[in-house]
């Protein structure tokens, strides 16, 4: 199969994956009309194209919080991500560190923060998650910064679960699911040989001491489920400032009065996220939220964002609309599932490209060259 786009790697993957691990990474929450619009919002967004400009020194090169990379994007945190590639954080980690970027592990990733800090020549960006059992929490944080995590991105729009209907539909969840995982996976003898055999152990490092032994997806959903905070206010991050050294990125913000009290309690960054349209359907698209955002704490904070980056061409309109930064989360995924490492960096390359094409054809040559003035004025 030729791959030369995101919708090519995601093609590949669904033939590769069961249904149940395609269907948890590409589907979003209700009827998924915020992850749609996550995509056609951005999309939709028009360039100026400029002519005769000198752009023979275009360079993506950028720092992230005092860090040099060669291009302003982040691997981002995805859950189960050593399901879609035997032992997938690692193979990410690497693909992540040969191209100049970070990857940031998940808090419920397969590999464990010791065993992908291992795997990384660069700095390891670290997420957490709001949970309940704060002794779990604190305990994590110190293994991450004893593993070298240099950076604590904190997820805070996840107080309760989103309703996934693909779940219940694909077997990640619902009447009989372990029966029904297990039938997928006979279906793909290739994912079953290379990730379901050969890349065990399968235990969600990071969080199997507090599982106990009780390793399976089904425990691992429930304790998750059950150790989510809602009652959590910004007052209560307080001691997560206070205990993390490094550079503090509040991941999930949407309205700007949010990334004003992210200021407040001494967080770095935010990260701009609907979480991929996986948590409540119909609020703004990652795209329309920014703008206001990035006006309205970008010279307190360095504001990142996610939600439907598909190519190099989405990261320059991300950047344009104020983001310093850009979080890719299907698009690695599906590069990942296709081919491992060499199709994370063969999708690192692509979006490369297609950045320097873009930035080009709008006239300029550096990143901190990318703002509002390479957009288009639509009627």
Not at 242 to 250: A, H, Q, Y
Request: hydrophobic residues 45%; glycine residues 10%.
């Amino acid at each position: 199969m030729i791959i030369s786009s995101t919708t090519d790697f995601r093609e590949a993957a669904r033939r590769k994956l069961p249904r149940f691990l395609f269907d948890y990474i590409d589907g979003g929450a209700y009827a998924e009309r915020t992850l749609a619009r996550n995509v056609s919002d951005l999309a939709d967004l028009a360039l100026r194209q400029r002519v005769l400009k000198d752009v023979s020194r275009v360079s993506t090169a950028t720092s992230l919080f005092g860090v040099e990379q060669s291009m302003p994007v982040v691997l981002a945190p995805v859950g189960l991500t050593g399901m879609y590639a035997r032992r997938g954080e690692c193979q990410a980690v690497r693909a992540a560190s040969a191209k100049g970027v970070p990857l940031c592990l998940s808090t419920v990733s397969v590999c464990d923060v010791d065993e992908v800090a291992a795997a990384s020549s660069r700095p390891l960006w670290f997420q957490l998650y709001v949970l309940r059992d704060r002794a779990f929490m604190r305990d994590l944080l110190a293994r991450a910064a004893a593993a070298g995590a240099t950076t604590l991105v904190f997820t805070v729009d996840m107080p309760v679960p989103g309703a996934r209907y693909r779940d219940a539909h694909s077997g990640m969840s619902g009447p009989n699911a372990s029966i029904r995982r297990m039938l997928q996976a006979v279906g793909r003898p290739q994912w079953a040989w290379d990730v379901g055999l050969m890349g065990r152990p399968h235990t969600l490092g990071n969080v199997a001491p507090v599982l106990k032994g009780n390793t399976g997806l089904e425990d691992f959903m429930g304790w998750l489920g059950a150790n989510f905070d809602p009652s959590i206010q910004w007052k209560d991050l307080e001691w997560i400032r206070e205990s993390w050294k490094g550079p503090l990125i509040i991941k999930g913000v949407l309205d700007p009065e949010d990334a004003k009290a992210a200021a407040d309690i001494g967080a770095d960054g935010v990260v701009v996220s609907n979480h991929g349209g996986r948590q409540l359907d119909g609020v703004l698209s990652s795209t329309k939220a920014l703008p206001a955002i990035a006006e309205a704490v970008g010279d307190k904070l360095t504001v990142l964002a996610d939600g439907g980056v598909r190519s190099g061409l989405d990261v320059v309109r991300m950047l344009a609309l104020g983001a310093k930064g850009v979080l890719l989360g299907r698009a690695a995924v599906y590069a990942l599932a296709a081919n491992g490492q060499a199709g994370v960096i063969q999708l690192l390359d692509l979006m490369e490209k297609e950045m320097r094409v873009a930035m080009a054809l709008t006239g300029v040559n550096s990143v901190s060259e990318i703002d509002r003035s390479i957009l288009a004025e639509t009627r």
